[in-house]
């Protein structure tokens, strides 16, 4: 039998993305290794997919592909808005096309929610497709010491202590103060969310905009959360 | 099995070897076998603190390296016998000591000891490291200030993830939180980090606040710990410590400033 040794299942995955603002190929490749040359360890490996939406026509794919690799990354494929000719023609020269998973799973969500308090199962198949699973850090986080939660959200029962550093991919929660410097959405997710029960923040940031302490004054001790709001830091009372 | 007990801080200068020799002397004199071990190789403090720093013969080194038995360089204490101490040596360097045989001369005093109580010298290297691997116990000696508690926390992420007993999965160490050369003063006039300050960042329980005193000097000058001048108020501070590392509940002392006679108050005193 085919299934013996081996099973398919479906799942989701956080992806980076790599948005091209031009299909010159020489410009893309010097932003590439710029990028790689500022956390080398961060990059390595790291799976990407390419949005080609602009430039469906015009960008020679192969090349992308060889330029992406040679940043030492992982080549996924090909994804963006495009047209079904050229959704045909990108997988006809042997890339696969990539679609992203947010219309499918908030209908598939929708759907499930309707029998969620009789059937666990698919009450936590619905949560799992909403996004991130969590890591969870029991204590205190110490000056000095780091913690990432890698393609996950960050919930720590305890307190960050001024000099320390949490990182998510993507939502934190401290459930105690928030003294060191926490940073959400650390890959590129501009809906990450940073919670916490007494912000004393030395920095906070989400998806590469941050707050330093002097722009914490007017929620300073308080139980408050941050987010993005148009690209701008917005942060508010809890409760 | 003894309990080993290491007094740390990241920060120099906060106490501990005042604190060792204090803690040190005070469960001895409860009639409890206790060994001081001074890691701070190189210095050389707490023999001078206890005030046998004419008897020291062989040291700590000398022992690690089996230029002498541990019989022959534990001093007793003249005060009280069930008291010896370890001294660390002048002249070797901190290199000397490496976790197998720091633990095997442990192993040997937790035969006939009933509490190891290891003064560490400052900062977060090698030193330190080696005086916190093998603790049961930590007492975090803190002073009430910014960088002392932050040096603190750091102690603490170490203790909780490079010691003996985090790397080998074992119950974590027992923090105990021990705020010295507290200024009563000083934390009314907003100079220095209140208790409730201290005990909201580091979040560890409290152990003892311990007033900055003249006696401590006195203390260290005359090689007499100053849980031994039972008139001052350090030398209290420390006793309600021991009574508190062995179980008992005690109330806090020492933490408002002393209010001023009728007196000094109208003559400005
Ligand atoms: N409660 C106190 N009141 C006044 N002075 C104190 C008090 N505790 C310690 N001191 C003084 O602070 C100084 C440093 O104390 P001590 O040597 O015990 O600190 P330490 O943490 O062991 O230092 P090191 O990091 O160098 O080993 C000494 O001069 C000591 O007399
Ligand atoms: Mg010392």
């Known amino acids: 039998m085919a299934d013996a040794n081996i099973e398919f299942k479906g799942s989701s995955f956080t992806l980076s993305i790599l948005h091209l603002k031009t299909s010159n190929l020489t410009n893309i490749g010097a932003d590439l290794q710029a990028k790689v040359a500022q956390a080398p360890d961060f990059f390595h490996l790291l799976p990407v997919v390419v949005n080609v939406a602009q430039f469906a026509d015009s960008v020679d794919y192969q090349a992308l592909k060889t ?25 006809d020269l042997g890339f696969s096309f990539v679609n992203t998973a947010k219309q499918t ?112 004054t007017e929620l300073w001790g308080e139980a408050a959360y941050l987010q993005l709001t ?9 409760s | 099995m003894a309990r080993i007990i290491v007094v740390t801080s990241g920060k120099g200068g906060v106490g501990k070897t005042t604190s060792s020799a204090a803690i040190g002397l005070g469960l001895a004199l409860k009639g409890h076998k206790v060994v001081l071990i001074d890691f701070d190789i190189g210095l050389r403090n707490l023999d001078l603190i206890m005030g046998c720093e004419r008897r020291v013969v062989y040291d700590f080194v000398n022992v690690i390296n089996g230029e002498a038995s ?14 010896s101490i ?32 290891c003064d560490s010298p400052a900062g977060i290297e090698a030193g330190a490291m080696m005086a916190l691997y093998f603790a049961d116990e930590a007492i975090v000696t803190t002073n009430p200030e910014v960088s002392s508690v932050r040096d603190s926390d750091r102690i603490l992420g170490m203790l909780a993830s490079r010691s003996r007993r985090a790397e080998q999965g074992l119950e974590p160490i027992k923090e105990h939180l021990l705020l010295t050369r507290y200024s009563p003063k000083r934390v009314a006039e907003g100079e220095m980090l209140s208790v409730e300050d201290v005990e ?16 401590v000097l006195k203390a260290s000058n005359a090689g007499e710990p100053v849980i031994l001048d039972t008139e001052s108020d350090a030398g209290q501070a420390y006793q309600d410590v021991i009574e508190r590392l062995l179980g008992e509940t005690v109330d ?18």
Not at chain 1, 70 to 82: H, K, M
């Open chain 2, 86 to 117: 370890l001294p660390a040596s002048q002249t070797r360097d901190k290199d000397a000591l490496t976790k197998e045989s720091v633990g095997k001369v442990l192993d040997e005093l937790s035969q006939s000891y009933d509490y190891i109580i």
């Open chain 2, 252 to 269: 806090f002392r020492f933490l408002v400033a002393e209010k001023k006679g009728i007196f000094s108050r109208m003559f400005g005193g």
């Open chain 1, 105 to 216: 799973s908030a209908e598939q969500v929708a759907a499930q929610q309707t029998n969620v308090s009789t059937n666990p199962e698919a009450n936590a198949a619905a949560v799992a497709n909403l996004g991130f699973s969590d890591k969870v850090h029991q204590g205190q986080i110490r000056s000095g010491q780091q913690v990432y939660a890698k393609a996950q959200n960050l919930v720590i029962i305890g307190s960050v202590s001024a000099g320390a550093e949490v990182i998510a991919d993507g939502n934190i929660h401290v459930y105690g103060s928030l003294r060191g410097r926490a940073i959400a959405g650390a890959r590129g997710h501009d809906k990450a969310q940073v919670y916490c029960q007494k912000l004393e923040a030395e920095l906070v940031s989400i998806n590469g905009h941050y707050w330093l302490s002097e722009s914490m």
């Open chain 1, 67 to 91: 330029l992406v690799e040679a940043a030492n990354f992982t080549f996924v494929g090909f994804t963006g808005t495009v047209s079904k000719a050229q959704r045909q023609r990108i997988r």
């Open chain 2, 70 to 83: 541990l019989n022959q360089a534990l001093i007793k204490d003249k005060r009280v016998s069930s008291l």
């Open chain 2, 200 to 215: 909201d960042i580091l979040s560890i329980p409290l152990l003892g606040v311990i007033p900055e005193s003249q006696a």
């Open chain 1, 230 to 238: 148009d690209s701008e830091l917005t942060a508010a009372k809890l």
